[in-house]
Nanobody
Framework: QVRLVESGGGLVQAGGSLRLSCAAS????????VAWYRQAPGKQRELVAS???????NYADSVKGRFTISRDNAKNTVYLQMDKLIPEDTAVYYC????????YGQGTQVTVSS
């Protein structure tokens, strides 16, 4: 069973940046399209960005131009570079495959102050 561990969250002022990391315990993760999700209080989990095995990326309209997803298959790790953060980005961020094939990790909290 693949274990996912997210890190890199924190408290940042609006306009700031954070880089999230998601480390997977198994290399099988590299065979999937991988995604970052987020869940704000009282809201459903939403897909933020995804990256295919070949490196093709897709973004939610709300983060397009501000967030960049990347992956390092040698390290079984996926990253989310978040720039120009706004308070609406405040949420717990999770990674998983695009089909949520594995158990979710604990996530990493991102809080953006105005």
């Amino acid at each position: 069973q693949v274990r996912l561990v997210e890190s890199g969250g924190g408290l940042v002022q609006a306009g700031g940046s954070l880089r999230l990391s998601c480390a997977a315990s198994g290399s099988i993760f590299n065979f999937y399209t991988v995604a970052w999700y987020r869940q704000a209080p009282g809201k459903q989990r939403e897909l933020v960005a995804s990256i295919s095995r070949g490196g093709s990326t897709n973004y939610a309209d709300s983060v397009k131009g501000r967030f960049t997803i990347s992956r390092d298959n040698a390290k079984n790790t996926v990253y989310l570079q978040m720039d120009k953060l706004i308070p609406e980005d405040t949420a717990v961020y999770y990674c998983n495959t695009k089909s949520s094939d594995f158990p979710y990790g604990q996530g990493t909290q991102v809080t953006v102050s105005s």
